[in-house]
T-cell receptor, first 115, second 115 residues
């Protein structure tokens, strides 16, 4: 069954702790993305990666970090520097990430709550 | 900065009614336009997209959208909705330039179809 998997589905964390959200894809797509979704707002891009070992900041990268050591994996770390981390996080992948016409394929999301 | 506006946050219709969901964007250059949909319990998925050619684009499940450049609009339509169209619909836009084709998303429209 091809697609994007994210784990865990729900995550709780205490203030001041870093937490890592997992994203794996078996679509063999080059590009991967992390978005944040807050109630009543559209998705906002945190980071994206068009190729292994390379990634770019999106609009709201502050307080987040990523790595892309393998094509199929793009984990997101929410650090204690992120002022308001409680949100729904979506991971996506697309074939190339070039030219702007790619379809993005999404995972089920992780809901992070900071206690 | 680019922005995408979806006029209605919630829409309630009866089955067989016609649907039009509005989407306007702020960028004046060449754009690529997308509608994504999230059915209850499912991943966000592509409904249709436009990047060139015939400005009337047909997507899955009988949906279509018309790109009107002079109005900066990409409204989604369906002549007769079904209960299974209950979902949240997102408009997204990207463009060449400094944003490197980063998708800018609208806030979404929650559509409820009454049986």
């Amino acid at each position: 069954d091809g697609g994007i998997t994210q784990s865990p589905k729900y995550l709780f964390r205490k203030e001041g702790q870093n937490v890592t959200l997992s994203c794996e894809q078996n679509l063999n797509h080059d590009a991967m993305y992390w978005y944040r979704q807050d109630p009543g707002q559209g998705l906002r891009l945190i980071y994206y990666s068009q190729i292994v070992n390379d990634f770019q900041k999106g609009d709201i990268a502050e307080g987040y970090s990523v790595s892309r050591e393998k094509k199929e994996s793009f984990p997101l770390t929410v650090t204690s520097a992120q002022k308001n981390p409680t949100a729904f996080y979506l991971c996506a992948a697309s074939p190339t990430g070039l030219g702007g016409t790619d379809t993005q394929y999404f995972g089920p999301g992780t809901r992070l709550t900071v206690l | 900065a680019q922005s995408v506006s979806q006029h209605n946050h919630h829409v309630i219709l009866s089955e067989a009614a016609s649907l039009e969901l509005g989407c306007n964007y702020s960028y004046g250059g060449t754009v690529n336009l997308f509608w994504y949909v999230q059915y209850p319990g499912q991943h966000l998925q592509l409904l249709l997209k436009y990047f060139s050619g015939d400005p009337l684009v047909k997507g899955i499940k009988g949906f279509e959208a018309e790109f009107i450049k002079s109005k900066f609009s990409f409204n989604l339509r369906k002549p007769s909705v079904q209960w299974s169209d209950t979902a949240e619909y997102f408009c997204a836009v990207n463009a060449r330039g400094d944003s490197n084709y980063q998708l800018i998303w609208g806030a979404g429209t929650k559509l409820i179809i009454k049986p």
